[in-house]
């Protein structure tokens, strides 16, 4: 078992550490001079200024070494050049300093991420809710009228795609008829109405395109459960139906679905682009959007943590399976 | 019908060996194959070794069959399995019609896939079920270019047809036949490139009583048509009794005794041996109301990882000495068989039983028909 | 023999018609795969959403036809003079739908600042959708399959490498990779302004299928370590089939239903991609593309609210027929899903 995790976790870091490095890759060959499209956002542009810029970038780097001292920030930090004589202390963890902002990356993280996790924490928790109620009542409905009527809308429903959804609720929902109050973040320090009125939409957006799968995932495994023989001893030896369906099924249908949410609440909390485009939420997904092509740094950064957190929700669901359901064999 | 299975046969490259009556068509030596045993930690090093098979060695005689018996996890369809060369043997020497093949390369080993070949215990899945029965018994032509390509499907009608199938089916998916019939389909894809050696791994275990005997018949058939030897790998001891003049018993990848069928069934000298046949129901005695004394086995099987020492046996054999656990028992020739005991000797307490044990199947050597009631 | 029974036996293809005798009379097996189709052709939802498919995928096809039939044009505005139609950069309300009335000439009206034909574009935006979902679909799938079926049949230090391999991919966040990479494909391959639009085709083909192959990957080779132990397979290596033919006649046949659902299911999901990638800045610009209109129109909702929604409803409406009919698919493929 021990044995199990640690090949797991060693596996996982280096995910990690080569998603980082293909990332860096990606940038130093790509055709984009950084340091010229910031050059020129101040004006007038000369090819010493911009020489200047380039290697106060470390852009004139190599690859490696570039790689190497961005590593080497993370883990025990690192001084950077912010121009001409000027250097910034930037301890660890380090991802260096924004080129556009000139503000520490992880300082802006910090700043930014606050959002994304309101949005995606909530979010999650609203559909996995409005998801497993709609599966739940499906399955202990299964064959009516209102079965087949919660099946096939939750089917309409899904196909289309979310961004569609998000950007019609915006334009109409909030700017056409104003039914929703303005969208945007706020900190919940600040003005904790402000903070849920800003989000309310993005929420329900977020639960009514996404719980249709987990109602149909909740009614799949609740049915299947609910087929078992331990639940038919359940309800032969005279339990009320409500406390077999709640008590037993759904304890034991409930396995799966968690383990579908924490993968998906994962990708979310990496950045949830459309949704922070749309509504206009300041987060680490509107955050990385904006920083391509040109700030390294802050690309690099919305890129790890993604990876981090989908490679850690994959680890965690993986090692936890193995301990609730010992039928899984490790290999 | 054998005519054309004739013509088949010349169009083949025959391997160089000659024929020769004196040497048998397949002789195993020393047969060995391990399987590593993983570590669960970290680094995953090999910390054991499955001692599937450890060691055996048989003949198998043109045109005839010998069967390998035992429990489940003996090591037989190991043993069968690397003498198709689906498994790579440890170590060992098996000759085929004079030449050693072990050792040969995929590519070298491609003429003698022609004359061996495996029927397969389950019915369902060894066939694809996405082939057509044409394709299935086809393929083996197809590859190695024994029949024009549009000599097949005749080829194939043909061959359903000596199965005892309808040939008009060809075009038509195992999942429209039963098992039984499936079995046929196999044994058809077995014979469509005229092998010398079928091994058949317990090729009718896995099918309903009353089909089993007709298929058994179906391979004796064959067998004397085409003059195919057989390795019959079997847990029922009457089917095996019923179509192999030659028995090798084998007890956690070893043989522990190996004699003609009448010898081993009539006096078995191992311990073992006596107590696997005395597991066997006996029509004949209940019939008549009596009871047949039966051995019963202490333990369970020692785990192949951690074979015992010495004698494999000794942890649940009755007649266990200090010898047994210090010295492996060769095979000792006793009584026109070889045992692998040292003390085999025919057991007493069950001495009155035997004649009804051979009385079991059909009597008549000479055209024995499984009667099943 | 015909040639048609060798097809039979030689390619192992289930879907190859099969013979019939001079009789007429025909000892055919169903394939599994024929079992499949025969279920969908009795599935209501799956006819009514490939109609649906099907007259879009025709309108798509004949796009070039049908817009010389209406007169509209996708690259040249009106010939007659321009601003006979545009107010302020808008199109006149008498000069198309919902203010001014229905004019045969422009049936969806005009586009604000271009003034080019809105109908055109749609049937233009419909073909693109199309060829990209297609080209990436089958590209998705050839890589996909290939890999997942080394990486079973190989096993030991092929399989790891290639199972890692997947891993990164699948934990790369897909969105801010593909913005990312796009820019740097488009300019590699626009060595000058007229490839320009061939240079967006090839790296939005190349990011979708790069960000989506480890997916069918990951299933094929489960599917194959799990195929590759039944019997049938070691009755093929016994009689000597060649490693590549046990893999393609042997296991891939076994594999179509996983296949074809995977492929049904990714080709909504790879139109939704392609306007979504757009909606988000990266995308096609010369050629039109319902996405980039959507990105257009958001701003004219108000004034002119058709100009949005007729690329909304089409996209809506072939996501929902393309997912409604690999729902269905699914089902007929995997009779045990449904409940």
Known sequence: ?331 | ?373 | MTVADLEVLGAGDAETAPPVDASGKKITGRSPTRIAFDRLRRDKVAVVSATIVFVLALLGLFAPLISDLFGVYVDKPPSRPATQYLLYGYPRPEYGPPFGGLTWDHPLGLSPGTAYDNFAGLLYGIRTSFTVALLTTLLTTTIGVTIGLMAGFARGALDKVISFVIDVFLSFPFLLGALALAPIITNRFATDAAKLEKAQFISLISVLVLFTWMGLARLIRGQVLSLREREFIQAAQVIGVPTSRILFKELLPNLVAPIVVTISLSMPAFVAAEAGLAYLGIGLTGIPSLGQTIVRAQGYYEQYGLYLWAPVVTIMLLVMALNLLGDSVRDAFDPSTRR
């Open chain 1, 1 to 331: 078992m021990l044995g199990y995790i640690i090949r797991r976790v060693v596996a996982a870091i280096l995910v990690v550490i080569i998603s980082s490095m293909f990332v860096f890759a990606i940038f130093f060959l790509g055709p984009t001079n950084a340091a010229a499209v910031i050059c020129n956002q101040n004006g007038r542009c000369t090819q010493e200024r911009q020489a200047l810029l380039e290697h106060s970038l470390g852009l004139d780097q190599n690859v490696v070494p570039a790689y190497g001292e961005f590593a080497k920030g993370v883990f025990v930090g690192r001084t950077i050049s912010t121009g001409p004589g000027a250097h910034y202390d930037c301890s660890a963890p380090c991802l260096g300093i924004s080129y556009v902002t000139k503000e520490e990356v992880t300082e802006l993280l910090k700043d930014k991420y606050p959002a994304t996790l309101s949005v995606a924490l909530v979010g999650g928790v609203v559909y996995l809710f409005l998801g497993c109620t709609l599966g739940i009542l499906a399955a202990k409905w299964r064959g009516t009228t209102t079965d087949k009527l919660l099946v096939g809308s939750s089917l309409i429903v899904s196909s289309i795609p979310y961004y569609l959804v998000a950007l019609l609720a915006w334009l109409f929902l909030v700017n056409e008829f104003n039914l929703f109050p303005k969208t945007g973040y706020f900190p919940i320090t600040d003005d904790p109405v402000k903070w849920a009125s800003g989000l309310l939409l993005p929420w329900l957006v977020l639960g009514v395109a996404n719980s249709p799968q987990y109602a149909r995932f909740g009614r799949g495994s609740m049915v299947e459960t609910m087929s078992e023989d331990f639940i038919r001893t359940a309800s032969a030896k005279g339990l009320p139906r409500n406390k077999v369906l709640f008590k037993h099924g759904l304890r034991a249908a409930i396995v799966p679905i968690i383990t579908i949410f924490g993968l998906d609440l994962a990708a979310l909390l990496a950045g949830t682009v459309f949704t922070e485009k749309i509504f206009d939420i300041d987060g680490i997904g509107k955050w990385g959007l904006e920083a391509i092509p040109v700030d390294l740094p802050v690309i690099a950064a919305t890129v790890l943590v993604g990876a981090v957190l989908v490679v850690a929700a994959n680890l965690i669901v993986d090692i936890l399976y193995s301990f609730l359901d010992p039928r899984v064999r490790l290999a």
């Open chain 2, 1 to 373: 019908m054998s005519a054309s299975h004739e013509t088949v046969a010349d169009t083949t490259a025959e391997p160089a060996a000659p024929e020769s009556s004196g040497i048998p068509l397949l002789e195993v030596k020393d047969l060995v194959k391990h399987f590593p045993v993983k570590s669960s930690g970290v680094i995953r090093r090999t910390i054991g070794q499955v001692q599937a098979v450890d060691g055996v060695s048989f003949t198998v005689d043109e045109g005839s069959s010998l069967g390998l018996v035992g429990e489940s996890g003996c090591g037989k369809t190991t043993t069968g399995r690397v003498v198709t060369r689906l498994y790579e043997p440890t170590a060992g020497t098996m000759m085929f019609d004079g030449t050693e093949i072990g050792q040969l390369s995929s590519k070298q080993m491609m003429p003698y896939r022609r004359e061996i070949q495996l029927i397969f215990q389950d019915p369902y899945s060894s066939l694809n079920p996405r082939h057509t029965v044409g394709t299935i018994v086809g393929t083996p032509m197809l590859v190695h270019k024994t029949v024009a390509k549009n000599k097949i499907i005749p080829r194939v009608q043909e061959l359903l047809e000596t199965v005892g199938l309808n040939p008009e089916h060809y075009n038509r998916y195992p999942s429209e036949f039963s098992g039984g019939q499936r079995q046929r389909i196999g044994i058809a894809r077995a014979l469509a490139l005229n092998p010398k050696l079928i091994v058949a791994d317990e090729p009718v275990s896995a099918l309903d009583v009353s089909i089993q005997a007709q298929v058994i018949n179906l391979l004796q058939d064959l067998q004397r048509q085409f003059n195919i030897a057989f390795l019959f790998i079997a847990h029922d001891l009457a089917i095996v009794r019923h179509f192999c003049p030659r028995i090798a018993v084998m007890y956690l990848g070893k043989i522990v005794e190996m004699g003609d069928r009448d010898t081993i069934y009539n006096t078995p000298h191992h311990p073992y041996t006596q107590a696997l046949l005395s597991s066997a129901p006996d029509v004949k005695q209940a019939a008549i109301g009596g009871r047949r004394e039966r051995i019963r086995l202490v333990g369970d099987v020692p785990s192949p990882v951690n074979p015992p020492s010495g004698c494999r046996f000794r942890t649940r054999c009755w007649k266990a000495q200090d010898i047994c656990a210090n010295e492996e028992p060769p095979l000792y020739q006793v009584g026109g068989r070889e045992v692998a005991c040292h003390f085999a000797e025919p057991l007493q307490v069950i001495a009155a039983g035997e004649g009804d044990i051979a009385t079991q199947v059909g009597q008549d050597d000479q055209s024995p028909t499984l009667e099943v009631s």
